[in-house]
């Protein structure tokens, strides 16, 4: 049963840092494309950024592009999401999911694509 589990999330005043872990379990990462999403309360589910299979093609969400780095270790079969200055309004709990990759630089934003979730871990940014 193919599973991806988060870590990293937390409590980080507005400025800080905080990176977010994506472990998958049950597959090889290396041949599915990576996705991260966000929902706070009362929105819809967001797309963050998203990897394709060789981390060669990545895309992010006009909000947190130039804030937020997303990365992968198909060695280590994890994904990271750097998230530098952190904004209240980046509050939010975090998921990675994943898909089959169709093509080598498939980098998908719309959770619709992925089939493999998480459960999710809370990002909270406060003072």
């Known amino acids: 049963q193919p599973q991806v589990v988060e870590s990293g999330g937390g409590l980080v005043q507005p400025g800080g840092s905080l990176r977010l872990s994506c472990a998958a379990s049950?597959?090889?990462?290396?041949?599915?494309?990576i996705g991260w999403f966000r929902q706070a309360p009362g929105k819809e589910r967001e797309g963050v950024s998203c990897i394709s299979m060789s981390g060669g093609s990545t895309k992010y969400a006009d909000s947190v592009n130039g804030r937020f780095t997303i990365s992968r270790d198909n060695a280590e079969n994890t994904v990271y999401l750097q998230m530098n200055s952190l904004k209240p309004e980046d509050t939010a709990v975090y998921y990675c999911a994943a898909v089959i990759a169709g093509f080598r630089d498939m980098c998908l934003m719309s959770p619709n694509e992925y089939h493999v979730w998480g459960q999710g871990t809370q990002v909270t940014v406060s003072s």
């Open positions: 049950g597959f090889a990462l290396a041949v599915y494309a």
